[in-house]
């Protein structure tokens, strides 16, 4: 998915990864097949993954846009998603 307009996939079935490059306001409707799922998103913004209940309705999770990178000696770098809580 690549595109600057906002954007609202379901995914019906099992899918292994979505892709996600450069979307602004992204909504990802799961299936009960499709919780395994991994998402690689880059350079996307208000990015939610809505994942299905068993009375039917969705659970909103949003993805991370921002990250914290540390340097940690002698191994190299850490990045970790900063969650904001707000």
């Known amino acids: 998915m690549s595109t600057r307009a906002e954007a609202q996939p379901k995914v019906l079935g099992k899918v292994p ?18 919780l395994d ?5 880059s350079k996307s913004s208000e990015m939610n993954v809505l994942v299905p209940q068993a009375n039917g309705d969705f659970t909103e999770h949003p993805i991370p846009e921002q ?20």
């Not at 990864?17 to 499709?34: A, E, N, P, R, W």
């Not at 990250?67 to 707000?86: H, I």
């Open 17 to 34: 990864t979505i892709s996600i490059d450069k979307t602004d306001g992204c909504q990802i409707y799961l299936s009960k097949d499709s």
């Open 37 to 41: 799922v991994e998402i690689v998103s």
């Open 67 to 86: 990250y914290k990178t540390v340097l940690n000696k002698p191994s190299g770098l850490t990045t970790t998603p900063v969650e904001n809580k707000g």
